[in-house]
């Protein structure tokens, strides 16, 4: 095992937000240039260590067990690095490698001064970030789709019931056409095959694909400060589906039907270089998540994101939220029609903070 340094970006949705948490459904996802950067160092002690001011006051110390890696002292922040730590390394073991202990040392851009999180996806951004710097480790390369698998499968394994869009931007990075996996194969085929077989086989549903970004269109990206959950977002919605009666279920199948159709179209538009196709579809996309949250009686669009949104239509872009709502971030798709400098300062007016980000492609 040696020193090594890895990072992987954030990321943001541009369509398909929650009808992609249902397997085969899409969505377009890109990765933005804000990273999470995991340093790996080798240690002759007896247990490891995680450095994380963003999360930690003081370093937190692990050791090996029977049942994987586990913390001296509880911790929640860090659930998600254990779980990585523990997919990653028996992947590891089935390569026969014998790691020692190490101290993982996380550096995060994904929050502002304060340390209020931006809403990019910082849990996908340092599962990847610390798969990859494991892996390099122990001069282990693999492809970007593995990397995403043994992301998705620490992320299962905490029960997690996202779409794991943000994993795929991570390891991926650039546009993305993404449609999550059927999670109930991989975690029935995960109790009779080795982490090797189920990693290099084919997942049923799950597609990642690269897409040209649309021409002549910049994507602007406009910060509530108000901090979202879209785990809690997520299960608000899937759980309340349950209990819906005849109708309401029919409306949640025609939303997933309807999100489909619309992220189909807008990747039309998008390969087309069709302007107004783009816009059309973004505004539907809009729409449709308001069906679908006055339907579930969630709160997407909060009064910050209503403003930034009604803001970047009066100057001629589409906008909508990004990701599940309820605050963090709202994008605008602004052509060169649209006077961005004023639509920002307006943003800025308001209180909506312009993040100066672009889309990142390794």
Not at 32 to 54: K, N, W
Not at 145 to 169: C, M, P, Q, T, V
Not at 350 to 357: D, T, V, Y
Request: charged share 20%; proline share 4%; glycine share 6%.
């Amino acid at each position: 095992m040696r020193d090594s340094r890895s990072k992987a970006p954030g990321k943001l949705y541009v369509a398909g937000e929650y009808a992609v948490t249902e397997p085969g459904n899409p969505a377009i996802v890109v990765a933005v240039d804000r990273f999470i950067t995991v340093s790996l160092t080798p240690s002759e002690q007896s247990s490891g260590t995680i450095v994380s001011p963003a999360l930690f006051e003081e370093p937190v110390e692990w050791q090996r067990s029977d049942d994987g890696p586990l913390l001296m002292t509880k911790q929640s922040k860090a659930d998600i690095l254990m779980a990585t730590i523990a997919v990653t390394e028996a992947f590891i073991n089935e390569h026969d490698t014998l790691l020692p202990y190490y101290t993982l040392t996380i550096e995060s851009e994904l929050t502002d001064d304060s340390g209020t999180k931006y809403g990019l996806g910082s849990s996908g951004a340092v599962t990847v970030a610390t798969i990859k710097a494991i892996l390099k480790s122990v001069s282990l390369t693999v492809t970007d789709e593995i990397i995403y698998k043994l992301a998705a499968l620490s992320h299962l394994s905490l029960g997690s019931r996202g779409s794991f869009g943000d994993l795929a931007a991570a390891a991926f990075t650039g546009w993305l056409l993404y449609s999550s996996f059927d999670k109930q194969w991989v975690l029935s085929h995960s109790k009779t095959l080795s982490l090797r077989e189920l990693v290099f086989k084919p997942w049923p549903l799950l597609k990642i694909e690269a897409i040209e970004p649309p021409k002549a269109i910049d994507l602007l990206i406009g910060w509530t400060a108000s901090p979202a959950s879209t785990e809690n977002l997520v299960l608000s919605m899937k759980d309340s589906s349950k209990d819906d009666h005849h109708t309401s279920v029919y409306s949640y199948e025609q939303f997933l039907l309807e999100s489909k159709q619309c992220v189909e179209q807008l990747i039309e538009g998008i390969r087309s270089n069709h302007t107004s196709i783009i816009y059309e579809q973004i505004l539907l996309n809009r729409q449709l998540l308001l069906n679908m949250s006055q339907m579930r009686s969630l709160v997407l669009e909060t009064p910050k994101l209503q403003r930034l949104i009604e803001t970047a239509e009066r100057f001629g872009a589409a906008a909508k939220t990004s990701g599940a709502g309820g605050g963090d971030c709202g994008i605008a798709l602004a052509d060169r029609f649209v006077d961005q400098h004023a639509l920002v300062n307006e943003w800025q007016a308001n209180g909506i903070h312009h993040l100066p980000l672009t889309v990142f492609t390794k």
